[in-house]
């Protein structure tokens, strides 16, 4: 019976666990992520800045020629803002994925701690049963003294 109860507490502590440590690494990369996009947003900002210029500037060019030059520049500084919002979406991805990969090895130590409290529980509670039964053993045996000792008084007495 005890060892149910005790299959039963392990399963539910782990379930526990597993789904306490899946919340805390889902918060902890929603707070990442989100402290990581900060900064994009501020370039997609920029980006979308140079495009309208550009996009203004092509509607003067067409109405004058002589702003070609201007464009140009505009369109090389676009294009440098594209590869440089890229590679730091890059960066941003691969520190993502560590942070990812270290979470994830923190969940499995938490894990393994767990099963190494829930064996130790296991362990005490054998120890606890050998002594049970040793004070069971140990109380039938006074019992049966006890009881052979009145019936030696009794023997005595006749």
Request: zero cysteines; proline letters at 1%.
């Amino acid at each position: 019976m005890e060892e149910k109860e005790t299959k039963i507490i392990k399963e539910r502590v782990k379930t526990a666990e597993n789904a306490k440590i899946e919340r805390v690494a889902a918060a902890k990369v929603e707070a990442e992520i989100g402290e990581e996009l900060a900064p994009l947003k501020s370039q997609i900002q920029s980006i979308q800045n140079a495009l309208n210029q550009m996009n203004s500037g092509n509607q003067q060019s067409q109405s004058t020629m002589s702003s070609g030059g201007q464009n140009q520049q505009q369109s090389n500084d676009l294009l440098r803002q594209i590869q440089q919002f890229s590679s730091q979406a890059q960066q941003q991805q691969q520190k993502t994925f560590q942070q990812l990969q270290q979470s994830v090895h923190q969940a499995a130590q938490m894990l393994n701690n767990v099963e190494q409290s829930i064996q130790s529980i296991n362990m005490l509670n054998q120890i606890t049963q050998q002594i049970n039964q040793s004070q069971q053993q140990l109380q039938q045996q006074y019992q049966g003294q006890a009881g052979q000792g009145n019936m030696n008084g009794q023997q005595y007495q006749q």
